[in-house]
């Protein structure tokens, strides 16, 4: 009798597990929680559009059909890494966040990043630039789209020193961003034979850039290396104009630069920049048509950044790799292995892969900015310099410090 029950119990604990197994791969419930500047310097890069890439990448998904509920809410981290970070836990905490996507700030980014690894999430950051996320900061949960420091030293840092421009000096933003890219493209620079012959920091979201802009000219450096991004590159780069920085015989060397500060800054004194992006709305037929529906569902008609084209592309990513689990475990390791497993491809960034430590590859696009003559509509602003392959734009794996590739 004793043998009996037992027997009776281990079948019930059993049937018990098999059918929570069950349950949880039919568990179709998906929460994206897009985390962006929605208000400040990085807004329109990122901000709504970022929003709106990750809603369009649930409509084209398809799954709404299949029986899938996928939710999509914002929130604004406003550049700060405290205020990103208790977002990141009322998501995971309260709202019951899967996945979040886009953060730019690199200081907010690697602070969420601890955040998401600790609640076992997914993280595909599309916004912030650092290396260090797939690097010196890799997560088994993060997985970084899009672009980063070290791609993008390694493609205009490098151009320009290889077209002569062998001293430098740099303006950096005063945060994590500036920092890794300073630091990634001051290793490039030596590598290749030039010289960083000085440098000053710059408060983030600062108006007034006259004193830095001062010292970079008085340092006679042949390229003056813009460590900044959104809000602070335009600003710096209208008041070079007004300088008469380029005029005098300097360079000005847009490390990141996107379509958005290009509007901004107007393509009279925006002409002749040269920077590195890994997606244009213009590249094809795909990209414009994609841009187009984008574009239509925008305030200002603007087409996508490369950042929110990220967004959309890791978005698109993460819900074939949960289709293909059949159904959300809710387990954001066992996700982002499985989207690691899968070959990337979609309209935006063509085919590429998701390496071990997390880092999407995908090729990157040398460009240089129209003169105004060469413009044929509101957002014809690029010419293609050059195409650099994946394999060759970001931190091979030889090189990689994430602890990931140890094991």
């Known amino acids: 009798m004793k043998t009996?029950?037992?027997?009776?119990?281990?079948?019930?604990?059993?049937?018990?597990?098999a059918a929570t197994g069950v349950a949880l791969a039919q568990d179709k419930t998906v929460k994206i929680g897009a985390l962006s500047d929605q208000s400040g310097l990085y807004a329109d890069l990122g901000g709504p559009g970022s929003t709106l890439a990750?809603?369009?990448?649930?409509?084209d998904s398809g799954l709404a059909a299949k029986g899938w509920k996928i939710d999509v809410i914002s929130g604004d981290h406003q550049n700060k890494p405290d205020i990103g970070t208790a977002i990141?836990?009322?998501?995971?905490?309260v709202d019951k966040v899967d996945v979040i996507v886009d953060v730019p700030n690199s200081g907010v980014a690697l602070a969420v990043n601890n955040v998401i690894k600790e609640k076992n999430g997914v993280y595909i950051?599309?916004?912030?630039a650092t290396s260090d996320l797939s690097n010196a900061q890799c997560s088994p949960n993060t997985v970084h789209w899009t672009y980063d420091t070290y791609m993008l030293a390694h493609t205009t840092g490098q151009a320009l020193v290889k077209a002569g421009g062998d001293t430098w000096f740099f303006l950096t933003a005063d945060y994590a961003f500036g920092a890794a890219l300073e630091r990634d493209t001051t290793a490039v620079i030596t590598a290749n034979g030039g010289k960083v012959i000085g440098g000053v920091k710059h408060p983030l979201n600062t108006p007034d850039f006259s004193s830095f802009l001062l010292q970079a000219q008085a340092s006679k450096a042949k390229i003056i290396g813009l460590a900044n991004a959104g809000g602070d590159t335009t600003n710096t780069i209208k008041q070079a104009a007004e300088f008469g920085i380029v005029k005098g015989g300097q360079k000005l060397a847009a490390l990141l630069?996107?379509?958005?500060?290009?509007k901004a800054i107007g393509l009279e004194t925006a002409q002749g920049l040269n920077f590195t992006e890994t997606f244009y709305w213009d590249m094809n037929d795909k990209t414009r048509a994609f841009s187009k529906r984008f574009a239509e569902k925008m305030k200002n008609n603007a087409p996508p950044t490369m950042v929110q084209a990220g967004v959309y592309a890791g978005v698109r990513h993460y819900l074939k790799a949960l289709?293909?689990?059949?159904?959300n475990p809710h387990d954001g390791v066992k996700v982002v292995e499985k989207?690691?497993?899968?070959?990337?491809?979609?309209?935006?960034?063509?085919?590429?892969e998701i390496q071990p430590n997390g880092r999407t590859i995908h090729n990157a696009y040398l460009f240089e900015v129209k003169k105004p003559s060469e413009s044929k509509g509101p957002w014809d602003f690029y010419k293609l310099v050059g195409t650099v392959p994946g394999d060759q734009a970001f931190?091979?794996?030889?090189?990689?410090k994430c602890a990931l590739l140890k094991k």
């Open 125 to 128: 950051n599309s916004g912030a």
């Open 257 to 262: 630069l996107f379509l958005t500060d290009v």
């Open 88 to 93: 990141a836990r009322q998501w995971f905490d």
């Open 395 to 400: 931190t091979p794996l030889s090189e990689s």
């Open 323 to 327: 289709e293909a689990l059949g159904g």
């Open 4 to 17: 009996r029950s037992i027997a009776s119990l281990l079948l019930t604990t059993a049937l018990t597990f």
């Open 339 to 352: 989207m690691k497993s899968m070959p990337t491809e979609d309209d935006l960034f063509g085919k590429g």
């Open 54 to 59: 990750a809603q369009m990448a649930v409509e």
